[in-house]
């Protein structure tokens, strides 16, 4: 098993190498930034009836010049992201339904582009996400044996372990100062965020799922 530390530790020694190569190649313009926010995750599947919830997320980034109005931004993101999944208790009157509230702790790494429609004020930008998270975690123990909707044996804590590593590609926009911006980010996971389920012979069979991402963050430079 891919634990959560180890691949953070990779995650770093990624940023600290992309801070490296910013230093020698984008003398004309390289800030280093702090950014934080909240996400309002959600998950693309017909396996399960999901709610949007709203997490946080806190981070670094860089933004450096490339080439003409385009830069480079690469940063190392934490994620707390949170999601509603509909179940009811297993002898339950319709009442008793709900949703179950979820926790996935993660990790990000990106490296992006970036288009300035007015330099150091407005840009596009877009490209890939690595994320790396830990288990899809059930926030309160009472619910953990509560049925998902549309089955009849599989339960909350049953679909706890997803796949660690997935893969996101990213779309935003990001306006302000120099020194301080706002960014608005989308993100869709491009894998399937529960393949790992397949391997353990649940109801259901076959399992798919694709993350939905609404980012919107504060990014103070340097």
Known sequence: ???????????LFFSFFFSSYAQ?????????????GISLFDINTSNFVTEQQTGFTAGFTTRGS??????????????????????????????????????IPGVQVNFLGSY????????????PVLNVN?????????????ILEGYTTLRAKDIEDISPINFHVM???????ESFRLSAQYQYGVTN????LDDKNLEGGSFEGNASMIVLLAVVYF
């Open 116 to 127: 300035n429609i007015v330099k150091h004020h407005f840009s596009l930008e877009f490209g």
């Open 193 to 196: 965020m529960f393949s790992k």
């Open 24 to 36: 020698r190649n984008f003398d004309e313009y390289n800030r280093l930034g702090l950014q934080g």
């Open 171 to 177: 779309g935003g926009a990001t306006v302000g100062l």
């Open 66 to 103: 490339f080439r003409g109005n385009f830069d480079l931004i690469y940063g190392l993101s934490f994620f707390s992201n949170k999601v509603g999944v509909f179940g009811a208790p297993l002898t339950t009157s319709p009442l008793d339904k709900q949703f179950i509230d979820y926790t």
């Open 1 to 11: 098993m891919i634990r959560l530390k180890n691949v953070l530790f990779v995650t």
């Open 134 to 146: 830990g288990k899809m975690k059930v926030n309160s123990e009472q619910l953990e044996n509560y």
